[in-house]
């Protein structure tokens, strides 16, 4: 088991994210992350997925992504090769007692204060998955209110342009 | 497929005539769907009207070269489309209005998924502002066929109207086929829009200003062949000694039946046909071991179990064919031939795989292989038997009898349409089929019902061509409404029901698996099949030997119009050899 991450530009058309995210219920593929947004171009939308489990049967999920006639194009990320970063907005009690070992932890990571009242602060930080998860690790000795992550997106690095990659 | 006329209908025609002084061809949305169906050289659909598809039908009505039949219940509409498709090789057409018209086209369109039968369904909805508002008959038909269609869409904008069709219809019959659904709302059917004609031979590269465009050039289309994997699997062939060649229902698809016969011959092996390759290599062909999988013959599933190379071409290894997978073909290295990137290591374990049209690929390792042998390999598969033995005697037909007394006096080219149960097995394990599209079965899906709808569509599809339609007395009370259909349209088709008076296959599983608690499978009630067909102004008999069924076939042949010849089994024959579901593939239960 492990980790990947593909990226899938598909026509930007009504009706095309739930073809794909109903692709992955009927087919059984358990997706740990997704995110979708429009692109450079709008007539193309970019999706993210990210999926834990066998080579097997992440190859699998390539070639049935690859079927979907929307799908124009699709490319899976070599962790070496590409930038990938997620954003996530947490909110935590703000309490006399703890305040300043959470101010401490926040500034350590470089996450931002975005809202700061008499009951609760909310922290936004970008970063890799693993920091992220390390983040708000480090909140739980407080108390977490709510937590909100967008999923991984992912580009290649390089002048490599994926709408014009044609590997279907 | 018939040529493509560039001269408008003449609704087109009609629309022109009054258009030409604005100096532009503005037809309806409706009017510009029978156009492009035109484009496609459509000339026969089958549907029933409604509300919402009201201006599609009144353009049908102007247009006369395009023939419609109206069925009894959209299910049927959706089957004998299929049925057409499925016999003629030619994209079937359906039509259906909004909700229960379109959600009545469902057990029809997953069937078609289920065996890639390329289909193009097209409903109506109601207008785009009534959408989403729970009006009328509206429902979201697209959201309900997502999972078995290959692509559908909603069309709430007449201007994309004639690409979506054109696209529609592309990728149907591309690649691996199958049912495209597109959804119309009423608004679109009446507005106006500009149509060009657009000949089919320019659908694939000029056709599209939108990025489905790039997809034409490749993925929709069946891949070209990699040479280095037609050499992979010479070279695989060549250093096996007991070979094993499995016909799918892909060879039947892409019509590869003399591309098989040959590539059987050269690598000197036994073919086992799955229940959707039937039609795909002769099934009296010395090279034959019958059927493979869960009624597989003895020679069929031992073989399997002894081969050292398992070549399936177009065959997805379902559950009925692969009943273990971790036992399956386990001494041997298996290659796979497909359409369909998906289907590589879906089932079972694949050691080396070609992509492409099995044709097209089978032609490209026969024109490399040299002559193989494999003689004693062969003598031990035949050893085996290819075919069941019964009992004969007593008040009761065999379903060997019935089978054997049909082909023998039918013509050889005979279309067959099964339903789903023990009829079924026994049509496929005893009629030699020897062309693709002869087999109309719904192999994937199992869905009871579906025979007399598919033989509608192939008599209609197929009108020099004698269609027979074998069915159960548990299938054939599910759309037996079609009947009025044959009737109306004088199709002479005829209806041979294997009458046992239960659900026999489920009936089966009761005796060998369940104790014989026959929970809700006798059939002790009407109706009475014969009375039943003349009231549909048609006619039947009921047999119970051979010498019946010989003078009631006579009559049925001659009659000129459809026939239901009700033939008596004993309930409690069985379908044999069977192993169970999920068992090793000579773990036979009955033989």
């Keep these: ?168 | 497929m018939a040529a493509f006329r560039l001269t408008p209908g003449p609704v087109a025609a009609k629309a022109r005539e009054t258009d030409r002084k604005r100096g532009q061809m503005e037809l309806t949305g409706a009017q510009i769907l029978v156009e492009c169906l035109r484009e496609q050289g459509v000339d026969v659909v089958f549907g029933y009207p409604g509300g919402t598809i009201l201006d599609v039908y009144d353009a049908l009505y102007q247009t006369p070269d395009i023939r419609h039949y109206l069925v009894s219940h959209e299910q049927g509409a959706a089957h004998a489309a299929d049925g057409y498709a499925r016999s003629t090789g030619r994209v079937g057409v359906c039509l259906a209005t909004s909700g229960p018209g379109c959600t009545n086209l469902t057990t029809g369109i997953a069937t078609a998924y289920m065996d890639s039968s390329p289909l193009v369904a097209i409903t109506c909805n109601v207008s785009s502002k009534l959408l989403g508002k729970d009006s009328f008959q509206e429902v979201d038909i697209t959201g309900i066929t997502r999972p078995i269609t290959k692509w559908n869409q909603v069309v709430k904008d007449v201007s994309r109207l004639a690409n979506v069709v054109r696209q529609a219809f592309l990728i149907a019959r591309s690649g691996r086929q199958g049912p495209v659904l597109i959804d119309v709302t009423k608004d679109v059917t009446s507005a106006r829009a500009p149509y060009e004609p657009l000949p089919l031979a320019r659908h694939r590269v000029t056709e599209l200003p939108n990025p489905l465009s790039r997809r034409l050039l490749g993925g929709i289309e069946a891949p070209e062949p990699s040479l280095a994997d037609v050499e992979g699997l010479i070279e695989l062939i060549r250093g096996a000694e007991r070979p094993l060649i499995v016909c799918g229902g892909g060879v039947v698809r892409s019509r590869a039946q003399d591309e098989l016969l040959a590539f059987a011959r050269r690598v000197d092996a036994p073919v086992a046909i799955t229940v959707m390759g039937g039609g795909g290599f002769a099934g009296d062909d010395p090279l034959s071991t019958g059927m493979i999988g869960m009624h597989g013959s003895q020679a069929s599933n031992r073989a399997v179990d002894d081969c050292d190379l398992l070549v399936a071409v177009g065959c997805r290894f379902s559950d009925r064919v692969a009943l273990k997978p971790a036992t399956f073909a386990s001494r041997a290295r298996i290659a796979q031939i497909d359409i369909d990137a998906t289907e590589v290591g879906k089932n079972v374990r694949c050691d080396h795989h070609v992509l492409g049209d099995a044709r097209r690929v089978l032609k490209l390792v026969n024109d490399r292989l040299d002559q193989q042998d494999h003689a004693a390999w062969k003598e031990h598969v035949f050893s085996f038997a290819t075919e069941t033995l019964y009992e004969e005697g007593g008040d009761h037909l065999t379903p060997k009898q019935i089978n054997e007394t049909i082909a023998r006096l039918l013509p050889e080219d005979t279309i067959v349409a099964t339903d789903v149960g023990q009829h079924q097995m026994w049509a496929i394990q005893h009629f030699h089929f020897r062309h693709p599209g002869q087999l109309l079965t719904s192999g994937g899906f199992g869905a009871m019902g579906f025979g007399l709808g598919a033989a509608i569509g192939a008599q209609v599809g197929n009108p020099a061509r004698r269609v027979l339609h074998v069915t159960g007395d548990g299938s054939f009370r599910m759309n037996c409404n079609e009947l009025s259909t044959v009737e109306h349209y004088g199709l002479p088709v005829i209806t041979v029901v294997y009458d046992n008076a239960v659900l026999g296959m489920v009936h089966q599983w009761q005796t060998l698996i369940y104790d014989r608690r026959y929970a809700e499978t006798t059939l002790d009630r009407g109706p009475d099949w014969v009375r039943l067909a003349e009231a549909y102004g048609l006619s039947g008999r009921r047999v119970s030997n051979v010498a019946e069924l010989e003078d009631a076939l006579g009559e049925a042949l001659s009659c000129g119009h459809g026939y239901v010849i009700d033939a008596v089994l004993d309930p409690d024959e069985m379908v044999r050899p069977m192993v169970p579901a999920g068992q090793h593939i000579t773990s036979f239960l009955a033989v």
């Design chain 1, 1 to 168: 088991m492990r980790s990947y991450s593909i990226a899938i530009m598909v026509r930007n058309e009504y009706g095309v994210l739930n073809r794909v995210t109903s692709m992955f219920r009927r087919r059984q593929f358990n997706i740990t992350g997704l995110t979708v947004s429009e692109t450079e171009t709008e007539e193309l939308s970019r999706i993210t997925v990210q999926f834990v489990g066998e080579k097997r049967a992440k190859n699998q999920l390539v070639a049935q992504l690859a079927k979907l006639p929307d799908v124009i194009s699709f490319k899976e990320f070599d962790p070496d090769d590409s930038i990938s970063c997620e954003l996530l907005l947490i909110k935590v009690s703000n309490r006399d007692e703890t305040r300043s070992q959470m101010l401490d932890a926040a500034n350590a990571f470089h996450a931002k204060v975005v809202d700061y009242t008499r009951d609760a602060i909310v922290f936004r930080i970008a970063g890799q998955t693993r920091r992220i998860d390390n983040f708000i690790d480090l909140m739980r000795d407080f108390t977490i209110l709510e937590v909100c992550r967008t999923g991984v997106v992912s580009l290649e690095r390089g002048g490599t342009v994926m709408r014009n990659v044609s590997n279907i």
